[in-house]
């Protein structure tokens, strides 16, 4: 095996790569893979480009653990061809004067910038998570080729691309991205560990949410932005009627939909009983202070707030997209519908707000399912798939 130019403690270096540090599932999942990697075997960063707004507080983990935060300042969502050729040099002399064996992209804008520069400047090892896919859901048809084309592109000089489920990956085969060989499954991580100790008071959790202590509460978190549906579930809770007369609905999260759901929310005549709770750091009192949890996305890798959901017993109405028919049978974990079917999504509330006894049940189903989703997992995984690729290349530590 080839020898490594590695520090003196012999580690392999790993640089990360993610457009934005957001509240989203793939920004959190990044950080819990860079911060959960083993000091002694890994020198690990994080090349991040500006983020407005509030950041995850497992970036304070992170740098707490040791992982070196690098600042790309060209390198944002929007479109912008300057801005991107400046971020392509800002990546490229980042690696280079890293000297880094691992480049790992993650999200789409990183990761086709971050992958051009990795190999410009000759990467050992590239690695690319999309945290899900663009493929459908987020664009026009014109567009999205575009989007599929360069990630075609980019896939040829990728070693691998992380798919966080099986159907994530044949995604990716069936639309020419990448051979099934180039495509790991690597379900995304959570960190349980704040949801392991005595559940929350379900009456102190509706009141410390402004909510009643009778009622069904439906609920959801993460960010108001229209990928996720929040539109339909506004729609689809004023569509139930009288048969959810006495229920709430619950927005954990905020975003640029905010104003307008509000305003749908006010034309459709259910403003009193939606409530909208900003970002809220305590989740294990907000899914306390809920009896089901809904998530009617239109594009989903897997869906993080899903599983924490899961995980503190909720029962779930989700959209049957991406990776979320892996997490929840119909009928045994929740109830799944078709996206961007307000009606549908009502017909499935009701449901669930009308049979006490088959929330319990699912509950307790949900709980078990969401276990083999943990960080501790995630992360082993990813650095049997370093090993395994420093090894095919031939590198070895001293």
């Known amino acids: 095996m080839a020898e490594l130019s590695v520090n003196a403690a012999g580690k392999i270096r790993v640089l990360h790569i993610i457009t934005r ?9 990044t950080l819990l893979t860079v911060a959960g990697m083993q000091p002694e075997l890994y020198e690990t960063a994080l090349a991040v480009g500006p983020t407005l707004g509030p950041r995850s507080p497992t ?3 992170a740098r707490q653990r040791g992982v070196a935060f690098l600042d790309v300042p060209h390198l944002m969502r929007s479109i912008s061809p300057l801005k991107e050729l400046a ?14 064996h691992i480049v790992h992209t993650h999200t789409s804008k990183g990761g ?31 567009v999205t080729r575009v989007f599929i084309w360069l990630e075609r592109w980019a896939a040829r000089f990728t070693d691998r691309i992380i798919a966080l489920t099986a159907i994530g990956a044949e995604d990716h085969v069936h639309l020419g991205v990448a051979p099934r060989q180039k495509i790991v499954v690597i379900h995304s991580g959570i960190d349980f ?41 506004v729609r689809a809770f004023a569509h139930a009627g009288d048969q959810l007369a006495q229920a709430h609905l619950l927005f954990v999260g905020e975003g640029e939909e905010r104003e307008s759901l509000q305003a749908l929310a006010q034309e459709l005549g259910v403003a009193d009983r939606v409530v909208f709770a900003g970002w809220r750091q305590d989740l294990p009192t907000v899914y306390a202070g809920m009896d089901i949890f809904a998530f009617p996305s239109y594009n989903e890798g897997m869906g993080k707030a899903l599983v924490e959901a899961m995980y503190a017993g909720m029962p779930s109405v989700a959209s049957r997209v991406g990776g979320i028919p ?4 119909p009928g045994c974990e929740g109830l799944l519908v078709p996206a961007k079917d307000p009606p549908a999504l009502a017909a499935a509330l009701i449901e669930l707000a009308q049979d ?19 960080v501790g997992h995630m992360v082993d995984k990813i650095e049997s798939l370093y090993e395994g690729l420093l090894k095919e290349k031939g590198i070895a530590r001293r």
């Not at 400047?121 to 690695?127: E, H, R, T, V």
């Not at 998570?129 to 048809?141: E, I, K, L, M, R």
């Not at 006490?356 to 943990?374: C, D, I, W």
């Open 21 to 29: 540090l957001d509240r989203g599932g793939s920004a959190e999942n």
């Open 59 to 61: 970036e304070d983990v």
């Open 87 to 100: 971020a392509l040099w800002e990546l490229w002399r980042l690696i280079r004067c890293g000297d880094y």
């Open 112 to 142: 086709v910038i971050g992958r051009l520069a990795a190999w410009l400047a000759n990467s050992p090892i590239i690695i690319h998570t999309p945290h899900g896919h663009v493929f459908y859901g987020y664009y026009g048809p014109a």
């Open 193 to 233: 560990s704040r949801f392991d100790g005595e559940r929350p008071d379900g009456h102190e959790a509706r009141k410390s949410l402004g909510l009643p202590a009778q009622g069904v509460v439906i609920g959801t978190v993460g960010r108001l932005t229209a990928i996720k549906g929040p539109d339909d579930l």
């Open 326 to 329: 892996e997490l929840v049978e």
């Open 356 to 374: 006490e006894a088959l929330r319990g049940r699912m509950a307790k189903a949900a709980k078990v399912r969401a276990q083999g989703y943990s």
